[in-house]
């Protein structure tokens, strides 16, 4: 099983691309650029820019067998299984030990680095706010998109979910300049360095999630 979920790891990712275009999309939400590295294997680009390898691969061999179009193909109802299965679960499952960890890094270091106990602030609201936005997706918003019949346009819900992901970015802005773009500082003891790692997976994932629903989730629906 683990040989076929690596099985995209050695190939150059001019030719994942090549054999499958529409996988090019889950690549891009992974902030990767399959253009300017398409002379690299998928291992090597996954090693620069600190990619978890054998989970990309995972979602790799998930979405070309799922629909061998990607995301792009995928229907109201796949799209929204999609977000609840893969972002909205990685913050239910990841959010209470980031607030845990937040607090024990502020707790056990905040007199010697200030802004731990500012960055636990933030965290402390921002995973309030996430954990509301999920369960607002999933119990009002979600039961529409993923209906193949609904097609009336409601631009205030769009809205409100929009204005919610931005006010969540503006945090995690935040956290970036705070932390330094997650890099802790020389010497940062075990808590600081698992809260900047947890930091940086949730931005990223944030990323992808976001990109999900702007580009394909939240237009589709518009477009209807
Ligand atoms: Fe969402």
Redesign the pocket.
């Known amino acids: 099983m683990r040989g076929r979920t690596l099985s995209f790891s050695d190939q150059l990712l001019m030719d994942i691309v090549g054999q499958h275009p529409a996988l090019a999309v889950l690549l891009e939400e992974w902030g990767i650029d399959s253009v300017r590295c398409g002379g690299l294997t998928l291992a090597a680009v996954c090693a620069a820019q600190q990619l978890d390898l054998v989970e990309l691969c995972r979602l790799l061999e998930l979405a070309h067998r799922a629909n061998p179009q990607g995301l792009a193909g995928l229907s109201r109802t796949q799209l929204v299984n999609h977000?609840r299965g893969v972002?909205?679960d990685y913050l239910r499952r990841h959010l209470p030990g980031l607030q845990e960890v937040a607090s024990l890094a502020a707790r056990l270091y905040g007199s010697q680095y200030q802004h731990l106990r500012h960055v636990e602030q933030i965290v402390q609201v921002l995973a309030q706010e996430l954990a509301e936005?999920?369960a607002r997706?999933e119990q009002f918003a979600f039961p529409w998109l993923g209906s193949e019949e609904v097609g009336a346009v409601d631009r205030w819900m769009l809205d409100s979910l929009a204005e919610e992901r931005r006010k969540s970015s503006f945090r995690l802005n935040c956290l970036r300049f705070l932390t330094n773009f997650y890099a802790p500082p020389s010497g940062a003891g075990e808590s600081i360095c698992r809260l900047y790692t947890e930091l940086r997976n949730l931005d990223r994932d944030f990323q992808r999630?976001v990109y999900v629903?702007d580009r394909y989730l939240f237009p589709r629906q518009l477009a209807a």
Request: proline share 0%.
């Open positions: 977000v972002h909205h936005q999920v997706e999630h629903e």
